[in-house]
């Protein structure tokens, strides 16, 4: 703040000029600003659920599809089976879909080899647990999991995942 003294009709005075904005003020709006920016992502959720809630429409992304790779069906089995993923209620369903041609680059080759995809059905809040599970029990030294999430479909349907894949 910068201070100037003027004559007024033989008196003294002071005024006062703000030449820029005050150092706290300025901190209080970019701090505001920020603070807004860093939780805009869990507000705009918290917002969508709560008109899903009241209107009873659809979350878009509030559930996963998973595709894995396995070398054998045995093994998409045993990744998928009561004693794993079904059995610790990680997934509301999964399939097995039969032998598919699968050609990639592995260590400086081409490689050209069948295998089984298998399709998992989730909750997007359990992605990361089911991918550490996965790579854990998976023979691949790097397995291929990757994840999309549902946008829309049938409401009963994803209703019913809900109730087969408690949140945790």
């Not at 809630?53 to 045995?74: D, F, K, R």
């Not at 998992?120 to 994840?147: C, G």
Request: overall charge neutral; proline content about 4%.
């Amino acid at each position: 703040m910068t201070v100037v003294q003027e004559k007024n009709m033989g008196g003294m005075y002071q005024r006062c000029h703000k030449d820029t904005m005050s150092k706290s003020r300025l901190s209080l709006i970019l701090g505001t600003v920020a603070l807004t920016i860093m939780l805009y992502p869990v507000l705009k959720m918290l917002g969508l659920q709560l008109c899903a809630a009241l209107s009873g429409s659809y979350v878009a992304g509030h559930h996963s599809i998973l595709l894995i790779n396995c070398p054998t069906e045995q093994t998409a089995k045993d990744i998928g089976s009561v004693l794993h993923i079904m059995e610790k209620r990680m997934a509301a369903c999964l399939n097995i879909l039969p032998r598919t041609s699968t050609m990639y680059y592995w260590k400086g080759e081409i490689r050209d080899t069948s295998e089984i995809l298998l399709l998992v059905r989730t909750r997007t809040s359990l992605i990361q647990a089911l991918t550490e599970f996965v790579i854990a029990m998976h023979p691949y030294e790097i397995p291929e999991i990757i994840s999309f999430p549902i946008e829309d479909g049938s409401l009963s349907y994803l209703r019913w995942m809900d109730v087969a894949v408690p949140e945790i």
